[in-house]
């Protein structure tokens, strides 16, 4: 597609659950990042991956949060015992080089009950 | 950690040109200034970057001061679908660094 695609656009969970949000960056893109965005907060940077470099994961909360990238396509984000606080959307944005600009996808709403 | 300030909100009348501010006093040298906007229920949307030049694309101008430590976005002729959260944001161009949003101006566009 034409753009970063994010899946699903809406999640409603349990408490306790695990969830696994899905990303397809730009093709090409190497770069491609997690962002969590609280509602009326900033975005908070959550994980970084570029190429086969291993991930930066300065960002993630806790142990509970965990993302995968196959080789330059795809990447989930897993949030396993979901808690309230939980509850954002999370954002994805890839770039075809770290510093070029950043295109986002529409985001995955996460509400936690 | 935002090493950007910018007001929390501004007003502008449709048609108008929004003056949008951003003061970057700790901008290092190879530091450039970036530009994202996000409107309601989407994700951001690159706008302009620039390093000390005065930067225009189709979307925008930015103006940079002489020492780097303020800049302004500014939206020629602003329309109601330009209301959306302007974050300004300050990183090098180069290496793995993210982007660090802050809280942005949220912009109102009134008719």
């Known amino acids: 597609g034409a753009g970063v695609s994010q899946s699903p656009s809406n999640k409603v969970t349990e408490k306790g659950k695990d969830v696994e949000l899905r990303c397809d960056p730009i093709?090409?893109?190497?770069?491609l990042y997690w962002y969590r965005q609280r509602l009326g907060q900033g975005l908070e940077f959550l994980i970084y991956?570029?190429?086969?470099?291993?991930?930066?994961k300065s960002g993630l909360p806790s142990d509970r949060f965990s993302a995968e990238r196959t080789g330059e396509s795809v990447s989930t984000l897993t949030i396993q015992r979901t808690q309230q606080e939980d509850s954002a959307v999370y954002l994805c944005?890839?770039?075809?080089?770290?510093?070029?600009?950043?295109?986002f996808g529409a985001g995955t709403r996460l509400s936690v009950l | 950690d935002a090493k950007t300030t910018q007001p929390p909100s501004m007003d502008c009348a449709e048609g108008r040109a929004a003056n949008l501010p951003c003061n970057h006093s700790?901008?290092?040298?190879?530091?450039?200034v970036y530009w994202y906007r996000q409107i309601h229920s989407q994700g951001p949307q690159y706008i302009i970057h620039g390093l000390k030049n005065n930067e225009t694309n189709e979307m925008a101008s930015l103006i940079i001061t002489e020492d780097r430590k303020s800049s302004t976005l500014i939206l020629p002729h602003a329309t109601l679908r330009d209301t959306a959260v302007y974050y300004c944001i300050v990183r090098v161009a180069s290496g793995n660094t993210p982007l660090v949003f802050g809280k942005g101006t949220r912009l109102s566009v009134i008719a």
């Open positions: 991956f570029q190429g086969n470099s291993a991930p930066d």
């Open positions: 093709s090409g893109h190497t770069a």
């Open positions: 700790t901008i290092s040298g190879n530091e450039y």
């Open positions: 944005a890839s770039s075809p080089e770290p510093r070029l600009e950043r295109r």
